[in-house]
């Protein structure tokens, strides 16, 4: 049973920073990619980032790009959202997701496993 677990979300100020942490269970995904996505009220899920397992590739929406760094720790199975700089806009439930062996990293729909969700909310 594969697990994932997201942590670290919470409430800052604007300008703030958060580190959102992802712990996968029940099985490894060393060629996998591991991808943050966001979905603010009355708005849909949207691609924040990814991150390559064993090659340790990135990537990022442009609304995000020189902000936020994705990172992984292969050792604890976790995958960890850095989030600097962070304004309003950025105010979103988070979920972490494994993709499947294929398929568009920004789109959710090739995304096989998904956490339960973080809250982050910045305030102005």
């Known amino acids: 049973q594969v697990q994932l677990v997201e942590s670290g979300g919470g409430l800052v100020q604007a300008g703030g920073s958060l580190r959102l942490s992802c712990a996968a269970s029940?099985?490894?995904?060393?060629?996998?990619?591991m991808g943050w996505f966001r979905q603010a009220p009355g708005k849909e899920r949207e691609f924040v980032s990814a991150?390559?397992?064993?090659?340790?590739?990135?990537y990022y929406a442009d609304s995000v790009k020189g902000r936020f760094t994705i990172s992984r720790d292969n050792a604890k199975n976790t995958v960890y959202l850095q989030m600097n700089s962070l304004k309003p806009e950025d105010t979103a439930v988070y979920y972490c997701?494994?993709?499947?062996?294929?398929?568009?990293?920004?789109?959710?729909?090739?995304?096989?496993?998904w956490g339960q969700g973080t809250q982050v909310t910045v305030s102005s």
């Open positions: 991150i390559n397992w064993s090659l340790g590739n990135t």
């Open positions: 029940g099985r490894t995904f060393s060629s996998r990619y």
């Open positions: 997701a494994v993709r499947r062996i294929i398929g568009a990293l920004m789109n959710q729909d090739t995304y096989e496993y």
